[in-house]
T-cell receptor, first 113, second 111 residues
Framework: DTAVSQTPKYLVTQMGNDKSIKCEQN?????MYWYKQDSKKFLKIMFS???????INETVPNRFSPKSPDKAHLNLHINSLELGDSAVYFC????????????FGEGSWLTVV | GQNIDQPTEMTATEGAIVQINCTYQ??????LFWYQQHAGEAPTFLSY????GLEEKGRFSSFLSRSKGYSYLLLKELQMKDSASYLC????????????FGKGTRLSVIA
């Protein structure tokens, strides 16, 4: 069973569209994150959630709106997609019992054309 | 700001030993992590250091010196499957602070 799972894995869409990426973790962790990895492979934090509450928003444009219906889910909705949004988006959750190690989902490859 | 530096690329021979260095300057320190990322896949956790010294885990070891803001990942008996990017990451503060990642070192293992 995949511990952190996200869908879809691949997404190709046109500029201006709205899309969502879903993430679920079955590890019982309280804290979840969204990271963005650009074409240069630089992995950068976007949002942190703890027990469904937003705790960190790293100056991400407000076209990006995370939603956490419960602590096992953290979805990412993106409005009015732009070419520069093309990247890999990784969901992750934090295990407080192993040195606060972060475990990543498989990634969602978003291409905006 | 947070700054984490590591070499962009390295090449090593199958069966050899390679050391990937990482230096960091962060607003605080609450642990250093190494992740492996194969092309087209998610990063996977390799090791964690919070105290100075060497942590050994099979063919992989990670070293930390907090006073020098320095870590390295040592890979022994290199195999072709070790060709991947290796990401150094620091947690600047305790609690729910996210990891700050370096840009990764792409390691190529050649025959």
């Amino acid at each position: 069973d995949t511990a952190v799972s996200q869908t879809p894995k691949y997404l190709v869409t046109q500029m201006g569209n709205d899309k969502s990426i879903k993430c679920e973790q079955n590890l019982g962790h309280d804290t979840m994150y969204w990271y963005k990895q650009d074409s240069k492979k630089f992995l950068k934090i976007m949002f942190s959630y703890n027990n469904k509450e937003l705790i960190i928003n790293e100056t991400v444009p407000n076209r990006f709106s995370p939603k956490s219906p419960d602590k096992a889910h953290l979805n990412l909705h993106i409005n009015s997609l732009e070419l520069g949004d093309s990247a890999v988006y990784f969901c992750a959750s934090k295990d407080p019992l192993s040195g606060n190690t972060i475990y990543f989902g498989e990634g969602s490859w978003l291409t905006v054309v | 700001g947070q700054n984490i530096d590591q070499p962009t690329e390295m090449t090593a021979t199958e069966g050899a030993i390679v050391q990937i260095n990482c230096t960091y300057q962060t607003s605080g320190f609450n642990g250093l992590f190494w992740y492996q990322q194969h092309a087209g896949e998610a990063p996977t956790f390799l090791s964690y250091n919070v105290l100075d010294g060497l942590e050994e885990k099979g063919r992989f070891s990670s070293f930390l010196s907090r006073s020098k803001g320095y870590s390295y990942l040592l890979l022994k008996e290199l195999q072709m499957k070790d060709s991947a990017s290796y990401l150094c990451a620091v947690r600047p503060h305790s609690g729910n602070t996210p990891l700050v990642f370096g840009k990764g070192t792409r390691l190529s293992v050649i025959a």
